[in-house]
Nanobody, 124 residues
Framework: QVSLVESGGGLVQAGDSLRLSCAAS????????MAWFRQAPGREREFVTA????????NTAASVKDRLTVSRDNAKNTVYLQLERLKPEDTAVYFC?????????????????WGQGTQVTVSP
């Protein structure tokens, strides 16, 4: 059974940094594309970033590209999202997702597996 579990969210102040984790289990994810999406209250789910597990191919939304770093720990089957210089508009539930699609797509429908999300709240 595939499981994606996010953690690391919380309440932070504008300008702070935050690192989110996504622990994956139930598959060998080395050939999967991993992604982060976010959803703010009253808004549609928004693409943040996607990357091949091996890290050779990455796709990141322009709104966060200069503030975002992704990394992975193969031994722990965990991927990380670090977001710097947080802004109130970054407030959202952040979701981890996995896809067997061969490219790091920004299309949510391509992702078969989703975590439950972790809340990030950025105060002004």
């Amino acid at each position: 059974q595939v499981s994606l579990v996010e953690s690391g969210g919380g309440l932070v102040q504008a300008g702070d940094s935050l690192r989110l984790s996504c622990a994956a289990s139930g598959r060998t994810f080395s050939r999967y594309v991993m992604a982060w999406f976010r959803q703010a209250p009253g808004r549609e789910r928004e693409f943040v970033t996607a990357f091949t597990w091996c890290g050779g191919n990455t796709n990141t939304a322009a709104s966060v590209k200069d503030r975002l770093t992704v990394s992975r720990d193969n031994a722990k089957n965990t991927v990380y999202l670090q977001l710097e210089r947080l802004k109130p508009e970054d407030t959202a539930v952040y979701f981890c997702a996995a896809s067997s699609y061969h490219l790091p797509t920004n299309i949510a429908a391509r992702y078969s597996y989703w975590g439950q999300g972790t809340q990030v709240t950025v105060s002004p």
